[in-house]
């Protein structure tokens, strides 16, 4: 081989390792990502008790501290201007369990009972999810999925 295609291909190393750090230093950077958001409402009758589950992957180099779950009715004040990231933080907690590398599996579910079922605006209903990373990250998605009061 010659000098200058060793030269050649030592140099291209160097900038290919340069652009390498750059790309997981980039990578630490991004904020969490939300995938497979499923939301499930069971609404309460007389012999059994209703429910809202919510359930998604949340994916963060850093790790995933927490993610907090705002259901809200889509004809409401909140349609208006949607929930802000201050608000969902505000919210409860998911449960999460990994689910592979720098990802977990966040299930949150609450009862729903008769009483709050008849307070409940029937119609479509949109989930809020506010997911932090262990380095401070954030992601909101205020419409992460999406069910029907009936």
Do not use: Q
């Not at 958001?37 to 309460?44: F, I």
């Amino acid at each position: 081989m010659s000098r200058r295609i060793v030269l050649s291909a030592a140099a291209g190393a160097v900038v290919l390792a340069g652009a390498g750090g750059f790309a997981l230093a980039f990578a630490g950077d991004r904020p969490p990502a939300l995938a497979h958001g499923v939301a499930r409402y069971t609404a309460p009758d007389a012999d059994r008790a209703g429910s809202f589950t919510f359930t998604t992957e949340v994916t963060a180099s850093s790790g995933v501290r927490n993610v907090r779950v705002l259901a809200w009715p889509a004809h409401s004040s909140l349609a208006e201007k949607e929930p802000t990231a201050k608000e969902v933080a505000t919210a409860e907690a998911a449960t999460c369990r990994p689910a592979g590398e720098d990802a977990v599996r966040c299930v949150y579910t609450t009862g729903v009972t008769v009483a709050e079922a008849a307070r409940s605006p029937r119609g479509p209903w949109h989930v809020a999810v506010l997911a932090t990373a262990e380095d401070g990250g954030t992601t909101l998605d205020t419409k992460a999925a999406g069910f029907t009061v009936r």
